[in-house]
């Protein structure tokens, strides 16, 4: 199983900052990319920031200039500097994760890995005016 935990959610005033934190726990065999999204009340939810293995980045547009999203990968960790905030920045953030895991508390090579597509349980940002 892999399972990931999001903190640093809150409540700000706009213009203010943030910074979200992801870990990924579990039997990891390897983490690929990583995605924060978020959730507002009556939307769907949309990509915010994602990155790679490699660390390489990409933005919504709303949010270039603003947020940093970056990786620890020693820690199975990830994070979203969230600057100059916006009320419409207000939502719930779920952190992403596309993993291969293993089965059991260790690593056995003749077993199969098992691919993951694991998503934290949120954590409420609300930016005031």
């Known amino acids: 199983q892999v399972q990931l935990v999001e903190s640093g959610g809150g409540l700000v005033q706009a213009g203010g900052s943030l910074r979200l934190s992801c870990v990924v726990s579990?039997?990891?065999?390897?983490?690929?990319?990583m995605g924060w999204y978020r959730q507002a009340p009556g939307k769907q939810r949309e990509l915010v920031a994602a990155?790679?293995?490699?660390?390489?980045?990409n933005y919504a547009d709303s949010v270039k200039g603003r947020f940093t999203m970056s990786r620890d990968n020693p820690k199975n960790a990830v994070n979203l500097q969230m600057n100059s905030l916006k009320p419409e920045d207000t939502g719930v953030y779920y952190c992403?994760?596309?993993?291969?895991?293993?089965?059991?508390?260790?690593?056995?090579?003749?077993?199969?890995?098992?691919?993951?597509?694991?998503w934290g349980q949120g954590t409420q940002v609300t930016v005031s005016s």
């Open positions: 990155i790679t293995s490699s660390g390489g980045t």
């Open positions: 579990g039997s990891i065999f390897s983490i690929n990319a």
């Open positions: 992403n994760a596309d993993a291969l895991g293993y089965s059991g508390t260790y690593y056995d090579p003749s077993t199969p890995l098992k691919k993951y597509d694991a």
